[in-house]
């Protein structure tokens, strides 16, 4: 199973992104998926995550500003973000809890996506 992230780039602070990530592969199921970030100089953290049944978490950082929803039949997980700020500057990685042989589920993560957001 590989995991592809998309949509990183440049954008203006007040600007809007979609991240998006996919799954390849075959014989595997999908239970949570989630988005991550590690800005410079810190350590990795959860910015949002959703789990099978389509419950949603997020960051306090990113609450009302980032969306997290997935599409089941593509095996993707998409991350929207509006009203961006300087300070979501990082890379962002996404990751998704998969099985290929129940019921034993790992962590799986894809390569990362920079997201540069200028004053």
């Known amino acids: 199973v590989q995991l592809q992230a998309s949509g990183g780039g440049l954008v203006q602070a007040g600007g809007s992104l979609r991240l998006s990530c996919a799954a390849s592969g075959s014989g595997f199921s999908i239970a949570d998926m989630g988005w991550y970030r590690q800005r410079p100089g810190k350590e990795r953290e959860l910015v949002a995550s959703?789990?099978?049944?389509?419950?949603?978490d997020y960051a306090n950082s990113v609450k009302g500003r980032f969306t997290i929803s997935r599409e089941n039949a593509k095996n993707t997980v998409y991350l929207q973000m509006n009203s961006l700020k300087p300070e979501d500057t990082a890379v962002y990685y996404c990751?998704?809890?998969?099985?290929?042989?129940?019921?034993?589920?790992?962590?799986?993560w894809g390569q990362g996506t920079l997201v540069t957001v200028s004053s």
């Open positions: 959703i789990i099978s049944g389509g419950s949603t």
């Open positions: 990751k998704m809890v998969i099985s290929r042989s129940r019921p034993y589920y790992y962590d799986y």
